[in-house]
């Protein structure tokens, strides 16, 4: 495929981006990063914010969500308007009082008695998905990369990042949490994968060995692939790492998602809009604001 | 022991005594027929599946005539190796004696719950291409479905409402497809736990662990009444036993079950696993939803003693052998 045609997808799916609205906030929130430079307005989002200053992933319900409120911020965080910055002051605060269940002492007690048949450590927490929950890798990788595009300090971001850590399949990569379970390890997941080596990336050697790995599997794992939403994620996180491989799967997911557009959603598009940027859009700014060093 | 654990321990009990009584106040409205009917066809390869599912759709005789119907298969994860999910080729023999017995339409509907990239899924499982073969029949990936609430009724779980999608509440006549299987958690999952890929995990996230901290026994009931199945066409040609749901060796069982009522499916395919249902949690909980006892099911095709087989068991569900 040549590079002519190249931006010209990339173009067809920016303008049915612009022309066409989305279903929930994940949708919402990944247009308006693809679309920062095209005119985007954050209101629409900011006004889909719950008193509490958390998204749920449509408007006006609940359970709250870690996830959509960490999307959230990465997506408004461009903007930088008063409003936006407000929005986002209180997002934080929700952020900083939500932690997974495993983070109370009650809980750790029963997981290191009781619980034993997934192997983790409960003393390492993250985010939950929703409240009332125990701690998964998407939402923790997404709510790191927020603290991490704001510039925010915070006595969270280290201990999430050791929760990811220590959910890593032991090959290598992540799925949605459970890395080992009745003795058997488990196959990560390509999207979870690329998530938590963006929210791990350029934090130090600590985390080097590991992000190696999953990146190796990446590449590996989506060669071949057909699925713009998971190449679209392995592209951004192969970019961000300088990883060889990244040139091969963008090419490949540019022709997925010509071949596939008629049919893919507004999130999908929008994320493979952001890989297709040149470089992909890593959520980050280069060099990427660390958090506190691995423990 | 110090004093801390001794706490922690009260508050566990406290909880677990919470927890007893909740479940006994709960609320299992009664939708039992009188009779249940559940039919055993054996099938020893998937190449078969056209015509051992149009026998048994003409001994359990679902009414789809003129009806939206929602297959909701079992599509969890893919694994060259391991039999995770309902088999496509199925899928698609379904999909065609459904239309044959002149259903409006059909849709393919499912939620997977460890998995948010639903078209890989798609891809690596076979089911797209069968679909794409048939030309008839559409896919709903539920996760990211429309949505709309539902009060759950029997009080069995905390939860306030549930937000179920749109596609499986607009659907006249809802098939469970599930793959028998033995699971870590729940013992088995059927027809009934197959309802856990119903609810949306852009709303619950990946797993939908709310289910599971409401205990996915009162979960896997809550579902049962707040979403009905109204008939199981499951798949044992292939089924799974040990550590299921996902890492369990295949156990050749060499049949299909169909049924009208989800908890006489259910109670059935224990029995061809060498399980007795009566001991499984949520099947006791959820009796006055359907017939658990052989007297109330007119089992059709094969006798079950003839075709099952003594699934390997997790140490923990040793209890479960009938």
Same mark, same amino acid.
Do not use: C, S
């Given at each position: 495929m040549s590079v002519e045609s190249c931006v010209t997808i990339r173009s067809q799916i920016l303008q049915r981006l612009a022309t066409t609205s989305g279903h929930g906030i994940e949708d919402t929130a990944l247009r308006l990063l693809a679309l920062r430079n095209s005119g985007a307005d954050p209101h629409a989002l900011l006004g889909t914010q719950h008193r509490s200053g958390a998204w749920s992933a449509l408007p006006d319900i609940e359970p709250l969500s870690a996830f959509h409120t960490a999307l959230a911020l990465l997506a408004i965080r461009p903007f930088q308007t008063s409003s936006v910055r407000q929005a986002a002051e209180r997002a934080f605060e929700w952020l900083s009082e939500l932690r997974g269940l495993e983070s109370h002492w009650l809980w750790q007690w029963k997981f290191r008695l009781f619980d034993k048949q997934v192997r983790f450590d409960p003393s390492k927490s993250g985010w939950p998905w929703v409240p009332g929950t125990v701690s998964w890798v998407a939402p923790t990788a997404l709510s790191l990369l927020a603290f991490r595009a704001w510039h925010r300090a915070s006595p969270r971001t280290a201990a999430a990042a050791a929760m990811l850590m220590d959910r890593a399949c032991p090959q290598g990569g992540w799925n949605a949490g459970n890395s080992v379970v009745f003795g058997v390890n488990l196959d990560p997941h390509p999207d979870f994968t690329a998530m938590a080596v963006l929210a791990l990336g350029g934090c130090g050697p600590a985390y080097e060995a590991l992000l190696n790995r999953s990146l190796n599997y990446l590449a590996t794992r989506l060669e071949g692939s057909s699925s713009p939403y998971s190449l679209a994620w392995g592209v951004m996180a192969l970019s961000a790492n300088g990883h060889r491989d990244a040139g091969n799967l963008r090419r490949q997911l540019e022709c997925c998602a010509a071949a596939r557009s008629a049919a893919l959603t507004q999130r999908v598009l929008a994320l493979a809009a952001l890989a297709l940027e040149d470089p992909p859009c890593p959520f980050l700014e280069d060099p990427p604001y660390p958090f506190q060093e691995a423990p | 022991m110090n004093r801390r654990s001794l706490l922690g321990g009260a508050a566990l009990a406290a909880t677990t005594a919470l927890v007893i009584r909740q479940s006994k106040a709960s609320h299992v409205p009664h939708r039992r027929a009188r009779l249940s009917r559940v039919a055993v066809l054996r099938c020893d390869r998937y190449e078969r599946a056209p015509q051992v599912v149009e026998q048994g759709l003409q001994l359990v005789r679902p009414s789809v005539h003129g009806k939206r119907v929602l297959l909701k298969p079992n599509l969890v994860e893919y694994s #060259? *190796? *391991? #039999?995770?999910?309902?088999?496509p080729m199925l899928i698609a023999s379904v999909i065609d004696a459904l239309y044959s017995l002149g259903a409006a339409s059909v849709i393919v509907a499912e939620g997977p719950g460890n998995i948010r990239d639903t078209d890989l899924l798609l891809d690596e499982s076979g089911l797209r291409a069968q679909l794409e073969i048939l030309k008839r029949a559409s896919f709903v990936d539920l996760n990211f479905d429309s949505v709309m609430r539902v009060v759950p009724g029997t009080g069995l779980t905390q939860l306030e409402e549930i937000w179920i999608p749109t596609t499986v509440q607009s659907a006249d006549v809802v098939i469970s497809m599930p793959k028998i299987k033995t699971h870590h958690w729940a013992g088995v999952t059927l027809s009934l736990k197959n309802s856990f890929g119903i609810l949306p995990g852009s709303i619950y996230g990946w797993p939908k662990n709310i289910l599971h901290w409401q205990g996915i026994d009162n979960s896997i009931v809550e579902l049962a009444v707040s979403v009905p199945i109204h008939f199981v066409i499951a798949d044992g040609i292939e089924a799974m036993e040990g550590n299921g749901p996902l890492h369990g060796p295949m156990r050749c069982l060499g049949c299909l079950v169909f049924a009208d009522d989800p908890v006489a499916a259910d109670a059935t395919c224990c029995r061809l696993m060498g399980i007795d249902p009566n001991r499984v949690r949520y099947l006791q909980m959820a009796s006055p939803l359907g017939n658990l006892d052989t007297t109330h099911i007119e089992q059709r095709g094969e006798a079950v003693e003839r075709v099952a087989q003594q699934f390997e068991l997790l140490p923990q569900f040793a209890h479960l052998r009938g």
């Open positions: - | #060259p *190796a *391991a #039999p995770i999910n309902t088999h």
